[in-house]
């Protein structure tokens, strides 16, 4: 069954378990300076293969970029 | 005498730090960031493109600079620490420069919530560098909770308009223990030479140098104000008369007689 999440504000439906493959599921690349936060806590990349992603759930993927 | 700016535990032999925003391109922005000398540059943190590709200018930077993240346009304290927090996930760095503004039309500081965002980023190990108004009492509060340096502005973000209260910029050096780094406001090099002869310790800018006619010679002029600034503080400068003082002397000179 799928899961609604809202991922960087838009609702988004996927099929997967973990956040691991929720990224995969909607192409992210796994730059090495991606960070990622569910329900407003921090996710340490060593716990995306394991975190279980649940309906409902609010994502947010964020990089570094150009700022003063 | 200090020839390197310390803070946490980092050292850096320039005391300019520069945005990575608004420059014409790519090549100009890293030409422009050689051209300053700088040893750190800011980005901010911002969600990625699902649709897009996401350019990564962080690779590139992050071989020659100290990449000092901001969390710029963060409103509330909430959003502050998390974007701080997601900073320092995505960059291994617990260094933050660390803006909780009031609205997006002046973009100053709102210090209400600046303050309990610096102070739980100072409990979770965090180097904050508070981005904040030009008021000693403030700094002076942002340094006993523990912020590593404070960063008071010269003029609203972006303004270009140079220090507007030297006076007090200049108290919050006398009473300041951590490093002073003027950000925000410089609009050309005499404002940075302005900044450091006060006794700052650093400037941080980007607008002046991305938006200037020629960028690169722009980032030269301020890394050379940077320097000027600092020697003429580190000289000691003599204080203002009112009236003039002769340079030369009168002993010897001629003096003609009258002939009648």
Known sequence: MKKKLIINGKNTLVLSETLSKVLHEINVRKSQNVAIAVNEEVVQKINWKNYKIKS????????????? | MKNFLSIGNKKFKSRLF??????????????????SKTQVVTVAI???????????IIDILKKKYFILPNTAGCYTV?????????????????FVKLEVIGNDE???????????????????????????NDDPIICKKLEDIGCSAVMPLAAPIGSGMGIQNQHNIKLIVEKSNVP?????GVGTASDVSIAMELGCDGVLLNTAVAEAQNPELMAQAMAEAIDAGRNAFLAGRIPK???AKNS???????NLMKRN
Not at chain 1, 57 to 68: A, H, M, R, S, T
Request: net charge positive.
């Open chain 2, 78 to 94: 909430k959003e502050a620490v998390l974007t701080a927090e997601l900073a320092r996930e995505a960059l291994k760095t617990n």
């Open chain 2, 18 to 35: 520069m945005g990575s925003s608004r420059y014409p391109n790519h090549q100009i922005m890293l030409e422009s960031l050689e051209a």
């Open chain 2, 46 to 56: 911002r969600r990625i493109s699902l649709k897009k590709y996401n350019e990564n």
């Open chain 2, 241 to 243: 008369r009112l009236f």
């Open chain 2, 180 to 184: 002073v780094i003027i950000d925000a």
């Open chain 1, 56 to 68: 409902g759930d609010i994502i947010e993927i964020v990089q570094p970029l150009k700022g003063g």
């Open chain 2, 106 to 132: 002046d973009l100053l500081p709102d210090v209400e919530n600046l303050i309990p965002a610096a102070k739980e980023l100072v409990k979770k190990k965090f180097h904050v560098l508070p981005y904040c």
């Open chain 2, 248 to 254: 030369t002397t009168n002993k010897g000179k001629i």
